[in-house]
Nanobody, 117 residues
Framework: QEQLVESGGGLVQTGGSLRLSCAAS????????MGWYRQAPENQREWVAT???????AYADSVKGRFTISRDNAKNTVYLQMNSLKPEDTAVYYC???????????WGQGTQVTVSS
């Protein structure tokens, strides 16, 4: 059974930091590259960051240098450390496997991140 549980969102001021966590079922997490994605109101869901099972990472240009993705393979958990937050980072953040993410039908509830100016 697939399961994704995101947590760690909240309300922060511009320049603040948050650390998001995502606990995934083994069927999604194990051996898969994992990613973080976000969706702002009236926008499509967009890719934010990816980490492979071996730890290689990639980031969207909009977050590069500010966000850091990591994973704990023993806990089936992926993290997103977000620093120097900006109002345009306000969105619901989701995690999921990276492969075929844009066509995935199963998503968790997400975690809301709101950055005030």
């Amino acid at each position: 059974q697939e399961q994704l549980v995101e947590s760690g969102g909240g309300l922060v001021q511009t320049g603040g930091s948050l650390r998001l966590s995502c606990a995934a079922s083994g069927s999604i997490f194990r051996f898969n590259a994992m990613g973080w994605y976000r969706q702002a109101p009236e926008n499509q869901r967009e890719w934010v960051a990816t980490i492979t099972s071996g730890g290689s990472t990639a980031y969207a240009d909009s977050v590069k240098g500010r966000f850091t993705i990591s994973r704990d393979n023993a806990k089936n958990t992926v993290y997103l450390q977000m620093n120097s937050l900006k109002p345009e980072d306000t969105a619901v953040y989701y995690c999921n496997r990276f492969r075929d993410w844009s066509t995935r039908t199963y998503w968790g509830q997400g975690t809301q991140v709101t950055v005030s100016s």
